[in-house]
């Protein structure tokens, strides 16, 4: 029925980390972690979904890296999950999306309660395509805990520009459908871990 990213896949969206020799100081803990994609179906109806297998690093320079597992997309409504999986996402040559990118200016992590505001640029990978993205995150600390990454506006994704025209199309014809929109509001919170 709806649906569309990638996302996003969307991302979604992001937060992660991981530069050509930095040290990964901080890993994404899955379980404490969410990634939401928004689709809109006959105009006025919107679902929110996401993404179950999460992963990622940030260093202590501000590099990050995320992966998005796009078999695991949970709609609520398994029959739309696999729709999603064979119509959507090419998984056999696409299985995931990956998102890096770097903080604008130089990193600190904020002290346990703490919160700032991050300017990133990021790179979105999926589907054979490229995307750029920037964003403004909010970064909380936790103390010995780790770094809540979240987003403040949504990311919003065209499903169209990562290719996925066809593939909504697909989906909207099995569901019949007048129209589901290829604009895809992108948000997450994730947890990353310290690492000791």
């Known amino acids: 029925m709806n649906k569309l990213s990638a996302v996003a896949a969307s991302l979604l969206g992001m937060g992660l980390l991981f530069s050509q020799g930095a040290v990964a100081d901080w890993a994404l803990n899955n379980e404490a972690s969410v990634l939401n994609f928004v689709s809109v179906k006959k105009?006025?109806?919107?679902?929110?979904?996401r993404f179950n297998q999460l992963a990622g690093?940030?260093?202590?320079?501000?590099?990050?890296?995320a992966t998005i597992k796009l078999a695991s997309v949970n709609t609520n409504i398994p029959i739309r999950d696999e729709r999603m999986?064979?119509?959507?996402?090419?998984?056999?040559?696409?299985?995931?999306?990956?998102?890096?990118?770097?903080?604008?200016n130089a990193?600190?992590?904020?002290?346990?309660?703490?919160?700032k505001i991050e300017a990133v640029k990021l790179q979105l990978a999926i589907n054979g395509k490229n995307i750029p993205l920037e964003a403004r995150l909010r970064v909380?600390?936790?103390?010995?805990?780790?770094?809540?990454?979240?987003?403040?506006?949504?990311l919003l994704l065209d499903a169209a520009?990562?290719?996925?025209?066809?593939?909504?199309?697909?989906?909207?014809?099995?569901?019949?459908?007048?129209?589901?929109?290829?604009?895809?509001?992108?948000?997450?919170?994730?947890v990353f871990d310290h690492k000791h």
């Open 140 to 154: 909380v600390g936790l103390g010995k805990q780790g770094l809540l990454v979240s987003t403040i506006e949504p």
């Open 85 to 104: 999986k064979t119509m959507l996402f090419d998984l056999a040559n696409f299985p995931q999306a990956d998102i890096t990118g770097n903080t604008v």
């Open 161 to 190: 520009a990562l290719g996925y025209t066809e593939g909504v199309d697909k989906l909207r014809e099995v569901a019949q459908l007048p129209s589901i929109s290829t604009v895809v509001p992108v948000t997450f919170s994730l």
């Open 57 to 65: 690093t940030i260093s202590q320079d501000g590099a990050f890296k």
């Open 107 to 115: 990193f600190k992590a904020p002290a346990a309660g703490e919160a």
């Open 43 to 49: 105009n006025t109806i919107g679902e929110t979904h």
